[in-house]
């Protein structure tokens, strides 16, 4: 008799599981915040969304029509993650007009995939660790670049120079802030 009722309680504990999953099949769950990946190829961090973070630097520069070139440098570079982390991290972003100024065919040169360590090589010219304002930044003579240079900061009366870069705008990130340069800086080799 005691089998009997080992067996039926097994059984019963079994199909209770089965009907709560049958039943939960279909339902979405609404406790958790939505996130979407991609499945191209595409791995990491910088490829996972979600609707409830504060935006970073990553994510801001994708979403101004000003930075489409320096997005797709990023893209083409394979840097997308190093922009996403946890930071503080300080993004000299040229604008598309920026980068139109180099000469002509620099950019269609830097974007072919046997030029991705020489594009690298720029973009990590333009960060800094450090979430620093522009008016903060006047109190620096230089800045430590991911590049491993330096590059000069100066002060012309309210404007702040990076790089050679002017300083046009600055925008707050989850993972640091981004300053908006009219500028490519280039490093010295």
């Known amino acids: 008799?005691?089998?009997?009722?080992?067996?039926?309680?097994?059984?019963?504990?079994?199909?209770?599981?089965?009907?709560?999953?049958?039943n939960s099949e279909g339902q979405e769950d609404t406790t958790s915040p939505t996130v979407e990946t991609q499945t191209d190829n595409k791995q990491g961090q910088a490829f996972i969304t979600d609707d409830e973070s504060t935006p970073n630097v990553l994510q801001i520069a994708i979403g101004s029509k000003d930075h489409s070139t320096l997005v797709a440098a990023v893209q083409a570079a394979q840097l997308e993650n190093a922009l996403v982390n946890a930071g503080p991290l300080m993004v000299f972003a040229p604008t598309n007009e920026a980068f139109a100024a180099l000469p002509e065919g620099t950019v269609d040169n830097l974007l072919k995939p046997e030029n991705k360590d020489q594009l690298a090589l720029i973009l990590k010219h333009h960060v800094t660790p450090g979430n620093y304002s522009k008016d903060f930044l006047k109190k620096f003579k230089q800045l430590g670049q991911a590049s491993n240079?330096?590059?000069?900061?100066?002060?012309?009366?309210?404007?702040?120079?990076?790089?050679?870069?002017?300083?046009?705008?600055?925008?707050?990130?989850?993972?640091?802030?981004v300053h908006v340069v009219d500028k490519v800086i280039l490093p010295e080799n």
């Open 1 to 22: 008799m005691k089998t009997n009722h080992k067996f039926l309680l097994i059984a019963s504990t079994l199909a209770l599981f089965l009907n709560c999953k049958n």
């Open 149 to 177: 240079q330096n590059v000069k900061v100066e002060v012309k009366g309210d404007d702040v120079y990076v790089g050679g870069a002017r300083i046009v705008a600055s925008i707050s990130a989850g993972n640091g802030i």
